[in-house]
């Protein structure tokens, strides 16, 4: 990947707050909204989460989870031309407490510190996204696929 | 759903232009970017896929898909309380030339009109995903459930 499509991934997965989270439901694909964080290493993508949750519940009964982060629309780009990521990777239930549970919370809280009393709750927890694979459409007809490690070094050059 | 919600709910699907699509890729899920329009009955949310691309590959090899439509960052609302549609609908690839594909070309283009010229390629063809359920988040703790033609109706009427 050039060093100006790299740029273009880190400033997107950065920059925007909301990903659509794709999790397995019964067998068939549901799509639900996440606000995330990454850790500074680019290891992860971090999501806290309530167990009443359907999307909770599919990521405990299969780990594997899609993530699609957007640009917004908008911004004088025709819709089909809005650059995008899809990550594709296993999601992790930490456990509370833990010193991976505290990186994950510092990391989250320190992009969405409203969402600090939710982690007083019970039934709320963190979950690491760790990319196996992912693709990045730069625009139309710039499409490029990369391995997990590939996007964690990309974002963490911006962490 | 109260008549507010209804409203809001509309508002969001006729307002956006982009949603997340998952589909079942290898048995996990895959979320990618979709541009989308709604036929004018609320039947279905119509895209326009390149045989190239792997969620196309996907909705021909398992139909059951689920869309997202989420409100735009920002606007003074946390990530958290943004309001938000799953759809988990049926996909169906529609012949050439026949009169459903008719209406699905004329609602689409009538929303993205630039892209007319991608219609005269051969790998290109129009979807309609039909509802069968949905859930319409619209904002922090007021999630609701509907049936899929509870969604095409609150959605023909502001067609």
Do not use: N, W
């Not at 920059?15 to 606000?35: D, E, I, N, Q, Y």
């Not at 004088?76 to 407490?97: I, P």
Request: hydrophobic share 50%.
């Amino acid at each position: 990947m050039s060093p100006e499509h790299a740029a273009r991934l880190a400033a997107l997965a950065h920059g925007r707050r909301a990903a659509a989270l794709g999790t397995l439901h019964a067998g068939a694909p549901f799509v639900s909204m996440v606000p995330y964080a990454l850790l500074p290493d680019g290891g992860a993508f971090v999501v806290h989460v309530s167990r009443l949750a359907g999307h909770t519940k599919d990521m405990l009964a299969d780990p594997r989870v899609s993530l699609l982060v957007m640009q917004a629309e908008g911004e004088g780009v025709d819709a089909q031309a809005l650059a995008r990521l899809t990550v594709q990777g296993e999601a992790r239930e930490l456990a509370k407490g833990s010193g991976e549970e505290g990186e994950c919370r510092a990391a989250y809280l320190a992009r969405f510190p409203e969402a600090e009393p939710l982690t007083a709750f019970g039934d709320f927890s963190f979950f690491a996204i760790r990319p196996v694979q992912a693709r990045f459409v730069a625009g139309f007809a710039q499409a490029m696929s990369l391995a997990g490690e590939s996007l964690s070094r990309i974002l963490a050059a911006r962490g």
